[in-house]
């Protein structure tokens, strides 16, 4: 069982930053940030493991980072858009798995969750 803590969210204007991170209880081989807005479905935000991979939405703004040592991930926003305004929530699979390759940010690929943290960006 690993156990997820996210922090960091918080409400910023339009073009501002965030970062956020998320404690892991142990190592975990791949970690994701995930988002879901009212009335959306959730979407796969960027992943890290041996590669990061990102959202087309998000390229170029946000920054995935992972600490080994101090089992934490991290997710460093700038240039934020009112249409980032969601939760975010860390996810965690804890074993290199050879189907979870090229899948790196659909849910299903991830077996822990954290309990979210909002992110609200305004215009």
């Known amino acids: 069982q690993v156990q997820l803590v996210e922090s960091g969210g918080g409400s910023v204007q339009a073009g501002g930053s965030l970062k956020l991170s998320c404690a892991a209880s142990a190592y975990t081989y791949r970690m994701g940030w995930f988002r879901q807005a009212p009335g959306k479905e959730r979407e796969g935000v960027a992943s890290?493991?041996?590669?990061?991979n990102y959202a087309d939405s998000v390229k170029g703004r946000f920054t995935i980072s992972k600490d080994n040592a101090k089992n934490t991930l991290y997710l460093q926003m700038n240039s934020l858009k009112p249409e980032d305004t969601a939760m975010y929530y860390c996810?965690?699979?804890?074993?290199?798995?050879?189907?979870?390759?090229?899948?790196?940010?659909?849910?299903?690929?991830?077996?822990?969750w954290g309990q979210g943290t909002q992110v609200t960006v305004s215009s």
């Open positions: 996810a965690a699979d804890p074993f290199p798995r050879g189907w979870a390759v090229g899948r790196e940010l659909q849910d299903s690929v991830y077996n822990y």
């Open positions: 890290i493991d041996t590669r990061t």
